[in-house]
């Protein structure tokens, strides 16, 4: 159990259009979901925190108008990249937990790579 | 703010040895610390999770060890293989379930 998917695994998009990203847990319900920035030989950087039903928690540094959070359901949440620029070409990681019921664990998914040309 | 720092950066060993990864990490108020281990290009595997009550934890040849009060964790590494080479990555948990993360260690295990 504990399983989380991405959509799509990987993407390239022309400079200026938007890309979304899907997020979804597939066999638990969590309270909240997590986005991730990983950029090539570095670590992972928090960009966002979501609730189901309420408004993300942008970390210092991320433009929120840029990085739209969507947190529709205990089991679906999406990043939109809007208007994108070759200098947010990276791996986006997501994690959602705690589950509703059990540990504080949070559990990744696979990542999408993002191209922009 | 938390900071998590891992040493060393990168790490090469034979195949066999045994091996220490270290993490600290400067606010102890932390809920638990894991590891996970990422491969070129792919997302994070969980390899070990220590809630913040608990001194260790072991999965197979992994041993994960904590001392919240000094801020230090170690990871070991038994009979160390080529499958084993990967980027280990730390990340502690504070409040709102937010995760920081180290830098990582590179390793390396030659045949």
């Known amino acids: 159990g504990a399983v989380v998917s991405q959509h799509p695994s990987w993407v390239i998009c022309k400079s200026g259009t938007s890309v979304k990203i899907e997020c979804r847990s597939l066999d638990f319900q969590a309270t909240t979901m997590f986005w991730y920035r990983q950029f090539p030989k570095q670590s992972l950087m928090l960009m966002a925190t979501s609730n189901e039903g309420s408004k993300a928690t942008y970390e210092q540094g991320v433009e929120k108008d840029k990085f739209l959070i969507n947190h529709a359901s205990l089991t679906l949440s999406t990043l939109t990249v809007t208007s994108a620029h070759p200098e947010d070409s990276s791996f986006y990681i997501c994690?959602?937990?705690?589950?509703?019921?059990?540990?504080?664990?949070?559990?990744f998914g696979p990542g999408t790579r993002l191209t922009v040309l | 703010k938390q900071e998590v720092t891992q040493i060393p950066a990168a790490l090469s060993v034979p195949e066999g040895e045994n091996l220490v990864l270290n993490c600290s990490f400067t606010?102890?108020?932390?809920?638990?610390l894991q590891w996970f281990r990422q491969d070129p290009g792919k997302g994070l595997t969980s390899l070990l999770l220590?809630?913040?009550?608990?001194r260790e934890q072991t999965s197979g040849r992994l041993n994960a060890s904590l001392d919240k009060s000094s801020g230090r964790s170690t990871l070991y590494i038994a009979a160390s293989q080529p499958g084993d080479s990967a980027t280990y990555l730390c990340?502690?948990?504070?409040?709102?379930?937010?995760?920081?993360f180290g830098e990582g260690t590179q390793l390396t295990v030659n045949p």
């Open positions: 994690s959602a937990g705690p589950r509703t019921s059990g540990t504080d664990e949070q559990f």
């Open positions: 606010d102890s108020a932390i809920y638990n």
């Open positions: 990340a502690v948990m504070g409040g709102g379930s937010r995760l920081t």
């Open positions: 220590i809630q913040s009550s608990q």
